[in-house]
């Protein structure tokens, strides 16, 4: 019995804060969980940043309806739920990641909130559950899945050794050299045929 989860931005889609610091010229915002392994803090900085600036959740919509998910992203999801149960594990939110999940088929998505306030300003966000992507897999576990995980970031690294096999996709040289004993996939092909041999 097969289980597979993903991380959504880098692995299936473009990462959303960098596709908005390039519309808005902010260099700053394109710090992500590549460069920065704590999440509070990485998501402090960001809404400062948002805060000092005047920036709305409306505005980072507008980006986010603009993008596609990466190539060749639609048919691995359409691949990857025949051929397993598939979950994605995101450190996303839900008021982010509507347009992008209907492109790409409405896979099951877990991931956070945000907390905006009456005039469309971003004021803080929830966890829908701290270390949520680690705690997901053993409960997947915990049901006698067997699970495979891929991930690119800091943030995917207790998922991906928690999982039975864990895999790095396009992740940066930086955390590869750290962790020599996961796998890596560059592209969608690479990561199909990884799984398929997990899974013979």
């Not at 990466?70 to 397993?84: M, N």
């Amino acid at each position: 019995m097969n289980f597979l989860c993903l991380d959504l931005e880098g692995v299936l889609i473009p990462e959303i804060w960098i596709a908005f610091a390039e519309k808005t010229g902010l260099e700053s915002l394109k710090r992500t969980t590549r460069d920065e392994p704590d999440y509070d803090r990485l998501m402090q900085y960001r809404l400062d940043i948002l805060d000092e600036n005047g920036f709305t959740l409306s505005q980072i919509h507008d980006v986010i309806d603009s993008l596609d998910p990466l190539p060749g992203a639609q048919e691995f999801v359409e691949w990857a739920k025949s051929e397993s149960r598939l979950v994605i594990l995101s450190d996303t939110f839900q008021e982010f990641a509507g347009p992008l999940m209907a492109k790409l088929g409405y896979p099951t998505l877990f991931c956070h909130n945000l907390e905006v306030d009456s005039k469309d300003r971003i004021t803080g966000y929830q966890l829908r559950l701290k270390d949520h992507k680690k705690k997901a897999v053993e409960a997947f576990q915990a049901l006698n899945f067997e699970v495979c995980a891929a991930g690119d970031s800091y943030n995917d690294l207790s998922m991906l050794k928690t999982a039975n096999s864990g895999i790095f996709f396009m992740p940066p040289d930086s955390i590869v050299e750290e962790n020599p004993e996961i796998p890596v996939a560059r592209t969608h092909p690479e990561l199909r045929e990884i799984l398929t041999s997990i899974w013979k």
